[in-house]
């Protein structure tokens, strides 16, 4: 089991940055990869980025060169920089973490950019 706590999200103007934290407990050293999504309401959760054990990342070509993933393990902590924010990025930004085939997500973090 692992348990995921977001935080960080707020309110910001258009063009302007935020930088989310996810904290991680448990089982934390049995985690594979974590990543970033977000869910408008109504719509399908979206896949942003992730980041391996190994410290591979990926990116959703919606955020590419905009946000950037990154980790601290030693404070078992999993970030997301996000630069250049628009309103159309305005979502409940969700923290996960794969542990072979089950996800663990955390409560959600909201972010409002206004224009």
């Known amino acids: 089991q692992v348990q995921l706590v977001e935080s960080g999200g707020g309110l910001v103007q258009a063009g302007g940055s935020l930088r989310l934290s996810c904290t991680a407990s448990?089982?934390?050293?049995?985690?594979?990869?974590m990543g970033w999504y977000r869910q408008v309401r109504g719509k399908q959760r979206e896949f942003l980025a992730f980041i391996t054990g190994g410290g591979t990342t990926n990116y959703a070509e919606s955020v590419k060169g905009r946000f950037t993933i990154s980790r601290d393990s030693a404070k078992s902590t999993l970030y997301l920089q996000m630069n250049s924010l628009k309103p159309e990025d305005t979502a409940v930004y969700y923290c996960?973490?794969?542990?072979?085939?089950?996800?663990?997500w955390g409560q959600g973090t909201q972010v409002t950019v206004s224009s």
């Open positions: 448990g089982s934390i050293f049995s985690i594979n990869v």
């Open positions: 996960n973490a794969l542990i072979k085939l089950n996800n663990y």
